[in-house]
T-cell receptor, first 116, second 112 residues
Framework: QQQVKQSPQSLIVQKGGIPIINCAYENTAFDYFPWYQQFPGKGPALLIAIRPDVSEKKEGRFTISFNKSAKQFSLHIMDSQPGDSATYFC???????????????FGQGTILTVHP | KAGVTQTPRYLIKTRGQQVTLSCSPISGHRSVSWYQQTPGQGLQFLFEYFSETQRNKGNFPGRFSGRQFSNSRSEMNVSTLELGDSALYLCASASGDTDTQYFGPGTRLTVL
């Protein structure tokens, strides 16, 4: 029940395209859903996060859509650029419950390639 | 504010040895979490420390341990290294009031 399933494993788009990465979770106690971006040789960098009181959150070119009833959330990257080529991870935790104690449960990651 | 720093960045050890990795969190952050990242298993939670106390632990053997100091800096130790311990070890810093975590660059451990 602690799993977060992420798809697709890899994604190739052209510059300007809108890649969409999807995640599904099982644990209904999860209430904090961040996305991380990781470049080779670097640690994951926090991109954007959502809590279930909203269905969508936008920061710059990055948008999270959240569907609580379906237990799914997704990342959309508008006007994608070659510099967005990286690995993207979704994650989840039970923040409000105060029991996560620093534990984020991660999806398996999506390798995004944006061609010029 | 300076970000999360980890030392060393790269480490090569042989089987049976032990290793200590260090993490300095963002100033003011009291929570430090450790994760292991491998191509096969992805990002897996090791443990979390808050105010010098381990509050949470993942499903790793007892060879993996950690501690936190009064200045919030943290160390993790792996004893009796195995080939399968080769991984990127990531430290994440958080205020302790939310689950928003900021990661360091990681320590790449290679066990030969």
């Amino acid at each position: 029940q602690q799993q977060v399933k992420q798809s697709p494993q890899s994604l190739i788009v052209q510059k300007g395209g809108i890649p969409i990465i999807n995640c599904a979770y099982e644990n209904t106690a999860f209430d904090y859903f961040p996305w991380y971006q990781q470049f080779p040789g670097k640690g994951p960098a926090l991109l954007i996060a959502i809590r279930p009181d909203v269905s969508e959150k936008k920061e710059g070119r990055f948008t999270i859509s959240f569907n609580k009833s379906a237990k799914q959330f997704s990342l959309h990257i508008m006007d994608s650029q070659p510099g967005d080529s990286a690995t993207y991870f979704c994650a989840a935790s039970n923040e409000a419950g105060g029991t996560s104690y620093g534990k984020l449960t991660f999806g398996q990651g999506t390798i995004l390639t944006v061609h010029p | 504010k300076a970000g999360v720093t980890q030392t060393p960045r790269y480490l090569i050890k042989t089987r049976g040895q032990q290793v200590t990795l260090s993490c300095s969190p963002i100033s003011g952050h009291r929570s430090v979490s450790w994760y292991q990242q491998t191509p096969g298993q992805g990002l897996q939670f090791l443990f979390e420390y808050f105010s010098e106390t381990q509050r949470n632990k993942g499903n790793f053997p007892g060879r993996f341990s950690g501690r936190q100091f009064s200045n919030s800096r943290s160390e993790m130790n792996v004893s009796t290294l195995e080939l399968g311990d080769s991984a990127l070890y990531l430290c994440a810093s958080a205020s302790g009031d939310t689950d928003t975590q900021y990661f360091g660059p990681g320590t790449r451990l290679t066990v030969l």
